[in-house]
C-alpha cells in the first residue's frame, strides 16, 4: 500500500513538472513559433468556448455510450459461445480478425453512407469494443478453475450452472480489465465517425471545423476534453475492477484473435471449416448490404468491388490509383511499427533496469492511449508540419504504448529463479536480461507485434487523411470528395484486406520460430 502510494505521489510530481515545462514553453512560443499554446492559455480559451461545448459532448458521450453498451453486450455474448463451442470459435475467426485489424477510419465514410442519423458513430464505437470484450471473455471462461467446476458437476449442477457460478465469475476480473480498455475505444470511435457523418454536433465535428481557423489553442482545447472524456472512461472501469475485485483484478488484457483447438476431423470436414471461416466475413458484408436497403449507386456488394477493380472500363485508373496510394502508405506503415515496437522494447526493459524512470514516463504514455487518434493529429500537425515525420509520430504514438504493456506483462512473468541462475555465475544484469528474460518473453513480444499491426495502419491512415495528403488516407478522402462510392468500398476493403494479411503473417513467423523453440504462444 505504502509503495503505490509512493508511486502515486511521484506520478503527481512528475505531471506538475510537464505541466510547468509546458507553461513556460508556450508562454515564449518556444515550440514551432507558437504552435504549442501555454496551459494558461489553453485554459482560458476552453472558458471562452465554453459555451459550444455542451451539445459537442453530448453528441459525442452519447454515441460513444450507446457503442459502447451494445458493443459489450455483443462482445459477451459472442465470447460465451465460442468459449462452449470451438465449431463456432473456428468458424467466426475469420470475422473476428477482420473486425481486429479493420482500420475504423476505413469503414467510417462506408457506415456513414449506408446508416443513418447517429448510427454510423454508434456502429463504430460498438465495433471498436466488441473484440476487446469478446476475446477478454473467452479468455477468462477457459482459464476458470477446473476443480471448482468439477465440485459444482459432483453436486449435480447442469452445465449452465457451472459457466454462471464458475466460469463467469472467474472471468469477472479479465472482462473488467478489457472493459477498461473498450471505454476509451468507443470514444475513439465515436469521433471518427463525426469527422465524416455530416452532422451539426460531435467533438470530431467541432474538432474538423477549427482545423483551418489557424487557432492551435482551441484545438488544443478540444484535445484536451476529448482526452478527459477518454481517460475518465479508462479511471471509471479502472476503479470499478479495484472496487469489486482488489487485487484480483487482471493486469493486462490478452491480444490475439482466442485460438480453437486443431480440428482432428475428416479431411472434407476440415475444408468445409476453413472455406465457411473465409466465406463468412463476405457473407456477412453481402447481408449488411441487402439489410440496409441502400441504392447500388451507393452500397456495393463483394461482387461489385471486384468488378469495379478487374473488370469494368475503370478498372485501369482504378488499379493505378490504389497501387500508387498503397506504394505511399506500406512503406511508412512499416517503418512507423517498427519504430513503435522498439520503443516499446526499450521501454519494457526499462521496465526492469529502471522501474523508476519508466513510473516517471507513465502520465505521458498513459495521455497517449487515452487521447483519441483524431484529436492528437492535428496537433502534431502544429508542431511538425505534415511531412513524414508527423506520420511517423502519429504511428509511433498509437502503437507503442498497447505493445509496452504486453511486452512488460512478458518480462514480469519470467520465473525469478530462471534469473538468479545467470547472477549466481557472475553475470551482469544486461547478460542476465539478454540470456534469459528476453528470450523467456519472446511470445509476448509476437503478440506485441499482432496487437501493433493494424494500429500502425491505422495510425498512418488517419496521418494521411487529416494532414499529409497522401497514400490510402488520402485516397479515401478524395473519393468521398468526388462521390466515389465504388473506390470508397474498394480502399476500405483493401485495408482490412491488408492488416488481416499483416496479422496472418505474424502468426505464422510466429508458430514457425516457437514451435523451432519449443515454446507456446501468447494466446
Sequence with gaps: MAADRGSGWRGLRVAILILALWEVAGRFDLVAGGALPSVGEILVRLWQ????????????????????????????????????????????????????????????????????????????????????????????????????????????????????????????????????????????????????????????????????????????????IATLIAGLSYAAFALLSRRFLGSARAVTLNTAVPAAQPDRGPLARRIVMSLATVALPFFLWWVFIKATGVPDLIAKTPAAVVDYLFFSPAAGAAQERLWAAMAQTLPITFLGMVAGLSFAFI???????????????????????????????????????????????????????????????????????????????????????????????????????????????????????????????????QSRGYLDYAMIWTVAAVSVGLAVLFYQAVVMVERRVLGRLGMTTAE
Excluded: C, K
Excluded at 481486429?100 to 467510417?108: D, E, H, N, R
Excluded at 449435480?156 to 454462471?164: N, T
Excluded at 494500429?455 to 485516397?475: P, S, Y
Design 347 to 477: 521501454l519494457a526493459i526499462l521496465s526492469r533496469l529502471a522501474p523508476r524512470a519508466i513510473e516517471a514516463f507513465m502520465p505521458v504514455a498513459l495521455v497517449t492511449q487515452t487521447m483519441p487518434l483524431v484529436a492528437l493529429t492535428p496537433l502534431l500537425v502544429l508542431i511538425l508540419g505534415r511531412g513524414t515525420s508527423l506520420t511517423l509520430w502519429v504511428t509511433i504514438s498509437v502503437t507503442f504504448f498497447p505493445a509496452f504493456v504486453t511486452l512488460a506483462q512478458g518480462i514480469a512473468l519470467v520465473p525469478r529463479s530462471a534469473e538468479e541462475l545467470p547472477r549466481v555465475y557472475g553475470a551482469s544484469r544486461w547478460t542476465e536480461m539478454r540470456m534469459v528474460t528476453i528470450p523467456a518473453s519472446l511470445p509476448y513480444l509476437f503478440a506485441a507485434t499482432r496487437l501493433t499491426v493494424p494500429r500502425a495502419l491505422l495510425g498512418v491512415m488517419i496521418a494521411e487523411w487529416l494532414a499529409t495528403g497522401r497514400g490510402l488516407g488520402n485516397l479515401l478522402n
Design 49 to 224: 468556448d465554453r459555451a459550444d461545448y455542451p451539445l459537442h459532448v453530448w453528441a459525442t458521450l452519447y454515441a460513444s455510450a450507446a457503442g459502447f453498451v451494445l458493443g459489450n453486450l455483443a462482445g459477451v455474448a459472442a465470447g460465451v459461445v465460442f468459449a462452449l463451442s470451438t465449431t463456432a470459435l473456428r468458424i467466426f475467426r475469420g470475422v473476428n480478425i477482420a473486425i481486429f485489424a479493420l482500420p475504423p477510419i476505413a469503414i467510417a465514410p462506408i457506415l456513414v453512407l449506408t446508416l443513418p442519423g447517429m448510427a454510423p458513430r454508434v456502429a463504430l464505437a460498438a465495433l471498436g469494443v466488441y473484440f476487446v470484450t469478446m476475446t477478454a471473455t473467452v479468455v477468462g471462461i477457459s482459464q476458470a478453475d477446473s476443480r471448482a467446476a468439477d465440485l459444482v458437476r459432483a453436486y449435480g449442477g447442469s452445465r449452465r450452472d457451472v459457466l454462471r457460478l464458475v466460469e463467469f465469475r472467474g472471468a469477472l476480473p479479465v472482462i473488467l480489465a478489457g472493459l477498461r480498455i473498450a471505454a476509451p475505444n468507443a470514444v475513439l470511435g465515436a469521433i471518427l465517425a463525426e469527422f465524416g457523418g455530416g452532422g451539426r454536433w460531435g467533438l470530431g465535428t467541432y474538432l474538423l471545423g477549427s482545423l483551418g481557423r489557424g487557432e492551435p489553442d482551441r484545438l488544443w482545447g478540444i484535445g484536451v
